[in-house]
């Protein structure tokens, strides 16, 4: 039996509360009577130990991106990269592409989990069930109407979670049924949906809403539209691009004060930068720079983040004024109850030790999964 033995610091327990120091034994959290002889120590140096970060739309990271090559190699390299800043658990995500490309990519989803592949929970298709008004970066060209085919096809994963973000003008409240069903977790998102229409589809089964704010109609005092129906919304998972430049670190303070905090969900929309020194990629043709820190399109349409997820956790301290177990909460906890996984998100004795060491500036300093350091930051 392995055993290590955190101190020196804060360590972030879940649920508001903290510790002054973890006994890990093997790939779970012990009990905190637990003996602690024989442990390894692990000195904080007056940092944070936290519950690993779980992100719900990571598109590419260590220089690869997901549709260029969805395979298992290319995601073990993305979890690989992000792992280097926290990331415990995380959804390769395909952008809008064909039904072909979106097959390939749930069967090495399926061979990555089966293969033991460090973090890889499932997958997130973002489109191409979506709203040509509110392509974002997506190319238009790929977007299709759901049908019976193809949610035979999104809900045909045998291992993992399942997540989908379609807009819910571009289908039917019984189609968002038939996913729910059969499985898929359904999120909102790259739609020009008014209040009513994004009431009906949270009825039908919508339980999250894929970067509150960005690529959907805003709040307008006459007409809500799916930000004013999603602030309204106590129940579904909001994620949040915290950058500063995706959306205004105000307009996130004032939904933050609107609902529960744990109904958001920090998420990076990673592209292939991260882990990387790289100042430009290539997504589906197109060249995109980063320009401050920001992933842009020649005409200045952005296109995914260069964002990590212990950046963000940091960026929700100091933009957002959280505090440290409110970012952790983000980042963890509501994504693992999001993604129904009830063994990760927190630090509680029997729970899986999944963690991330951040120092006292909020920078990574390291990670574990499953008890076993990876990644160095």
């Known amino acids: 039996m392995s055993k ?12 508001g509360r903290t510790a002054e120091h973890l006994l890990i034994e093997d790939d779970r959290v012990a009990a905190p009577d637990a003996d602690r002889a024989g442990a390894e120590r692990i000195d904080l140096a007056e940092g ?51 039904p072909e490309k979106i097959d390939r990519a749930l069967r090495a989803t399926e061979q990555a989990i ?5 973090g890889v929970l499932g997958i ?13 970066t997506h190319d238009v060209a790929h977007f299709i109407r759901l049908d019976a ?10 291992h993992g979670r399942t997540l989908v973000t379609l807009a ?26 008014d209040y009513a229409t994004m009431q009906s589809a949270f009825e039908a089964g919508v339980t999250g809403v894929t970067h509150l704010f960005n ?13 004013g129906a999603a602030i309204e919304n106590r129940t579904a998972y909001a994620g949040l691009i915290v950058d500063g430049r995706h959306v205004a670190p105000a307009a996130l303070r004032i939904a933050l004060a609107a609902r529960p905090h744990d109904r958001f969900m920090l998420v990076t929309d990673a592209m292939s930068t991260v882990g990387t020194d790289a100042d430009h990629f290539v997504l589906q043709g197109k060249t995109i720079r980063i320009e401050n820190g920001v992933c842009v399109e020649a005409d200045g349409t952005l296109a995914g983040s260069a964002l990590d997820m212990a950046t963000a956790v940091g960026n929700a301290v100091r933009m957002l004024g959280l505090e440290v ?34 120092g006292a500036d909020l920078g990574a300093r390291g990670t574990w999964i499953a008890g076993r350091r990876v990644g160095e930051a």
Request: charged share 15%; no cysteine; proline share 7%.
């Open 168 to 193: 819910p003008e571009m289908t039917t409240p019984d189609d968002i049924r038939a996913l729910a069903a059969a499985g898929v977790i359904v999120a909102a998102g790259h739609t020009d949906a």
């Open 114 to 118: 089966a293969a033991g592949v460090p």
């Open 48 to 98: 944070w130990l936290l519950p690993g970060f779980i992100d719900t739309q990571v598109n590419g990271g260590g220089g690869v991106l997901f549709n260029d090559d969805p395979s298992v190699e290319t995601i073990a390299a993305i979890g690989a990269a992000h792992a280097r800043f926290g990331t415990t658990g995380f959804l390769p995500t395909l952008i809008s592409d064909t």
């Open 4 to 15: 290590f033995l955190f101190e020196n610091g804060t360590v972030v327990l879940g649920d």
């Open 215 to 227: 690529a959907m109609s805003p709040l307008h005092h006459r007409k809500p539209g799916v930000v």
């Open 124 to 136: 997130h298709i973002e489109g191409p069930f979506l709203n040509p008004r509110r392509r974002g």
């Open 325 to 358: 177990a409110e970012a952790s909460m983000m980042a963890s906890g509501a994504p693992a109850a999001f993604l129904g996984l009830g063994d990760r998100g927190a630090l509680r004795p029997g729970m899986r030790a999944d963690m991330v060491w951040l």
């Open 149 to 158: 085919e193809k949610i035979a096809l999104l809900s045909s994963l045998t």
